[in-house]
């Protein structure tokens, strides 16, 4: 069974701190995405990386950047915190598979960030 | 990419059939139609794909009408722990970038 791990379920910073959240993807998949989820918003995509040290903005990048050094590990950087950054924030890995449907996403279970 | 809507909840007894159904007026040739479900504090889980017709597995069954303008989620004979937001996705093998909406709220009552 896949397996993605979120390195906290919760975590409290300060504004203007710099913030790391760590995913870790242990099926060797191609895709890792970064979500936000928020009441009434749904998941909204921020970034995602199709390969080692690629990198696509997605749906709301601002104020956010990631780093994908191995294969496995996705993180996700807030360069300086702000409040309005407060979510939920959800990892996700999957494979690709061009001839094929979509391949599933495997989530973590989240991190709940509380900037204060 | 196309988009899709949802109701934002639904209401249902235990043991009753559920059908959710989402628009996807714009959805490509080579789009595939997934569905998603999440409990509260949890991410969300892979339940079912669809390209047409009717696809079915030990979860759910998805039926697609020809024209592939929507389609239906069915849950057999609900229980209160299928209480849960269900998301549904379109998108293509090429297409990189899934995106979510706001889902629909599922309430199962005893």
């Known amino acids: 069974d896949v397996k993605v791990t979120q390195s906290s379920r919760y975590l409290v910073k300060r504004t203007g701190e710099k913030v790391f959240l760590e995913c870790v993807q242990d099926m060797d998949h191609e895709n890792m995405f970064w979500y936000r989820q928020d009441p009434g918003l749904g998941l909204r995509l921020i970034y995602f990386s199709y390969d080692v040290k690629m990198k696509e903005k997605g749906d709301i990048p601002e104020g956010y950047s990631v780093s994908r050094e191995k294969k496995e590990r996705f993180s996700l950087i807030l360069e300086s915190a702000s409040t309005n950054q407060t979510s939920m924030y959800l990892c996700?890995?999957?494979?690709?598979?061009?001839?094929?449907?979509?391949?599933?996403?495997?989530f973590g279970d989240g991190t709940r960030l509380s900037i204060l | 990419l196309a988009k899709t809507t949802q109701p934002i909840s639904m209401d249902s007894y235990e043991g009753q059939e559920v059908n959710i159904t989402c628009s996807h007026n714009n959805i490509a040739t080579n789009d595939y139609i997934t569905w998603y479900q999440q409990f509260p504090s949890q991410g969300p889980r892979f339940i079912i794909q669809g390209y047409k017709t009717k696809v079915t597995n030990e979860v759910a069954s998805l039926f697609i009408p020809a024209d592939r303008k929507s389609s239906t989620l069915s849950l057999p004979r609900v229980s209160l722990s299928d209480t849960a937001v269900y998301y549904c996705l379109v998108g293509s093998p090429w297409s990189y970038i899934p995106t979510f909406g706001r889902g629909t709220s599922l309430i199962v009552h005893p």
């Open positions: 996700a890995s999957s494979r690709i598979d061009r001839l094929y449907s979509n391949q599933p996403q495997h």
